[in-house]
């Protein structure tokens, strides 16, 4: 298991004196305007969770889309602002985005790349204004490094489908940058990528990074595939990278985790007096609860999942009045603004309002949608009570609700039912009941598998997952990447020293 203090050891030491910097589209730190002033809130996902103490240990920057009603109120005239606001760490750079730079990211983002890569039956959007539109915004966030790093050596990582052509126009202006990026979504097979009518040119932007990451093998193979199909490369298959002109980019696969830790702590160190009260908060006293937790998209199976409860309890009608899922889900953000989303939030809830008039009691119902926000303390302790994770998206790059379910498990009183079609999937398949997530039936039955496990066979069964969790943690994937970071440009420089 890799630790916060090796990671930061690690970055201070081979990238001492350079200027490292991270870019994304989502900030580690948000400023909200509020009736007493400005409010900080920081960033709960896995990325800031390892990277925001590294970047505070190094002095680094990060780029981000500054989209939060106070993000602006504190930063100067670049859009920089110091954070954590208490004691100002390092800096976090905002970018302003327009309405209609807005609305391209949000087209071609969640609108064309991730029905693309999640293997949707949505038809992605293809608008060709919206594509030059996005490489605009790419080319902007590029600007805005290079004026934090100027024409010295820096390491650039970033982050996701939003800035596939960024490196592009990195490496137009400064060849001493050490750029990689992390994928967080699927990579699809390249009969489907090549529907996009810039697929070509979305890979060749790609191929600017020194590195390229994504969450398994398959998904990089996957990549290469698609090099092969549409770019004058050649692929270098013992080092695994693709070559063209005087471009040479590494693929590999970096397992996203979470902090074990931190989530096996909060595990062991619920009092019975606030379990309780969280019982009651959500009315699961003596009940039999599954868990589930995502954005409201059409690849996380929700409609799947609300087939399988009414199918359950038609055919068990002995868990009336005893199942309950939980799932805490919540249309956001750019999926919020795509009719498809809407169309999916919209069919979804009708169908859970059939399904719980259909069984529902004065005191009871079996589904219960929870969209307001919830602390990952809740989350953890909800976890806990749980007598089963279900976690069946059509289609996902990792996915750490899985893993993070898992981990708030050391009472070893559980079951984890994940979809085949998850990346974590690959790591948990030992210890969870893999089921595909079109088959009713398969969840179904899944869900009699865990109400009849024994005590035995769940204990060995999350010992098996938690180890692996724990023996790979998201400081190891920090480190990972920017080891493999560290390599290239040790590489760049002793070819350029030869020549």
Same mark, same amino acid.
């Given at each position: 298991?890799?630790?916060?203090?090796?990671?930061?050891?690690?970055?201070?030491?081979?990238?001492?004196?350079?200027?490292?910097?991270?870019?994304?589209?989502?900030?580690?730190?948000?400023?909200?305007?509020?009736?007493?002033?400005?409010?900080?809130?920081?960033?709960?996902?896995?990325?800031?969770?390892?990277?925001?103490?590294?970047?505070?240990?190094?002095?680094?920057?990060?780029?981000?889309?500054?989209?939060?009603?106070?993000?602006?109120?504190?930063?100067?005239?670049?859009?920089?602002?110091?954070?954590?606001?208490?004691?100002?760490?390092?800096?976090?750079?905002?970018?302003?985005?327009?309405?209609?730079?807005?609305?391209?990211?949000?087209?071609?983002?969640?609108?064309?790349?991730?029905?693309?890569?999640?293997?949707?039956?949505?038809?992605?959007?293809?608008?060709?204004?919206?594509?030059?539109?996005?490489?605009?915004?790419?080319?902007?966030?590029?600007?805005?490094?290079?004026?934090?790093?100027?024409?010295?050596?820096?390491?650039?990582?970033?982050?996701?489908?939003?800035?596939?052509?960024?490196?592009?126009?990195?490496?137009?202006?400064?060849?001493?940058?050490?750029?990689?990026?992390?994928?967080?979504?699927?990579?699809?097979?390249?009969?489907?990528?090549?529907?996009?009518?810039?697929?070509?040119?979305?890979?060749?932007?790609?191929?600017?990074?020194?590195?390229?990451?994504?969450?398994?093998?398959?998904?990089?193979?996957?990549?290469?595939?698609?090099?092969?199909?549409?770019?004058?490369?050649?692929?270098?298959?013992?080092?695994?990278?693709?070559?063209?002109?005087?471009?040479?980019?590494?693929?590999?696969?970096?397992?996203?985790?979470?902090?074990?830790?931190?989530?096996?702590?909060?595990?062991?160190?619920?009092?019975?007096?606030?379990?309780?009260?969280?019982?009651?908060?959500?009315?699961?006293?003596? $009940?039999? +609860?599954? *868990?589930?937790? &995502?954005?409201?998209?059409?690849?996380?199976?929700? @409609?799947?999942?609300? =087939?399988? !409860? /009414?199918?359950?309890?038609?055919?068990?009608?002995?868990?009336?009045?005893?199942?309950?899922?939980?799932?805490?889900?919540?249309?956001?953000?750019?999926?919020?603004?795509?009719?498809?989303?809407?169309?999916?939030?919209?069919?979804?809830?009708?169908?859970?309002?059939?399904?719980?008039?259909?069984?529902?009691?004065?005191?009871?119902?079996?589904?219960?949608?929870?969209?307001?926000?919830?602390?990952?303390?809740?989350?953890?302790?909800?976890?806990?009570?749980?007598?089963?994770?279900?976690?069946?998206?059509?289609?996902?790059?990792?996915?750490?609700?899985?893993?993070?379910?898992?981990?708030?498990?050391?009472?070893? $009183?559980? +079951?984890? *039912?994940?979809? &085949?079609?998850?990346?974590?999937?690959?790591?948990? @398949?030992?210890?969870? =009941?893999? !089921? /595909?997530?079109?088959?009713?039936?398969?969840?179904?039955?899944?869900?009699?598998?865990?109400?009849?496990?024994?005590?035995?066979?769940?204990?060995?069964?999350?010992?098996?997952?938690?180890?692996?969790?724990?023996?790979?943690?998201?400081?190891?994937?920090?480190?990972?990447?920017?080891?493999?970071?560290?390599?290239?440009?040790?590489?760049?420089?002793?070819?350029?020293?030869?020549?």
């Amino acid at each position: 298991m890799g630790s916060l203090k090796d990671l930061k050891k690690f970055v201070k030491k081979r990238f001492s004196g350079q200027t490292v910097v991270i870019a994304s589209k989502s900030e580690p730190y948000s400023h909200f305007k509020k009736v007493d002033g400005i409010k900080e809130k920081k960033g709960a996902d896995g990325l800031v969770t390892a990277l925001d103490p590294v970047m505070q240990a190094i002095d680094g920057s990060w780029l981000a889309f500054g989209l939060s009603d106070g993000d602006f109120e504190l930063t100067d005239s670049k859009g920089r602002v110091r954070v954590p606001i208490a004691d100002g760490k390092y800096t976090l750079r905002r970018i302003k985005l327009t309405e209609k730079e807005k609305k391209a990211m949000t087209n071609v983002g969640p609108g064309s790349f991730w029905p693309l890569s999640h293997l949707s039956f949505y038809r992605p959007l293809f608008v060709k204004s919206d594509w030059e539109e996005y490489k605009k915004i790419n080319k902007k966030v590029a600007e805005h490094i290079l004026n934090e790093v100027g024409n010295k050596k820096a390491v650039i990582w970033l982050q996701d489908y939003h800035l596939a052509m960024c490196a592009k126009y990195l490496k137009e202006k400064n060849k001493n940058l050490t750029i990689g990026l992390f994928w967080h979504i699927p990579w699809p097979d390249w009969e489907i990528f090549i529907r996009c009518p810039w697929a070509g040119e979305a890979i060749a932007g790609l191929l600017h990074n020194d590195l390229l990451g994504f969450h398994t093998k398959h998904y990089c193979n996957n990549f290469i595939r698609c090099c092969e199909r549409t770019q004058q490369s050649k692929i270098d298959r013992d080092y695994h990278a693709v070559l063209k002109g005087d471009l040479y980019t590494k693929v590999k696969d970096f397992p996203i985790s979470i902090n074990f830790d931190k989530f096996d702590n909060w595990g062991k160190q619920f009092t019975e007096s606030y379990l309780e009260k969280v019982k009651e908060k959500y009315n699961i006293k003596n $009940k039999i +609860v599954a *868990i589930s937790v &995502e954005r409201f998209v059409y690849s996380k199976g929700i @409609k799947e999942k609300i =087939i399988a !409860v /009414n199918e359950l309890l038609s055919k068990r009608p002995d868990l009336i009045g005893k199942f309950v899922l939980l799932d805490f889900s919540k249309i956001t953000g750019s999926y919020s603004n795509l009719s498809e989303g809407l169309d999916y939030y919209k069919e979804c809830t009708e169908l859970i309002i059939k399904v719980n008039q259909k069984y529902a009691t004065s005191k009871w119902k079996p589904i219960n949608l929870i969209e307001k926000k919830v602390s990952q303390k809740e989350l953890a302790a909800l976890y806990r009570l749980s007598q089963i994770g279900l976690i069946v998206p059509l289609h996902d790059g990792m996915n750490l609700v899985a893993k993070e379910y898992v981990t708030c498990k050391s009472n070893f $009183k559980g +079951v984890l *039912i994940l979809s &085949e079609f998850a990346g974590a999937a690959l790591e948990l @398949k030992d210890g969870a =009941i893999i !089921v /595909n997530p079109f088959s009713t039936s398969q969840i179904v039955e899944a869900i009699e598998k865990a109400l009849s496990m024994s005590s035995f066979e769940k204990k060995w069964r999350l010992q098996v997952q938690r180890e692996r969790i724990r023996d790979h943690d998201v400081f190891d994937w920090a480190k990972e990447f920017f080891k493999e970071l560290y390599i290239l440009k040790s590489k760049k420089e002793l070819i350029k020293n030869v020549h």
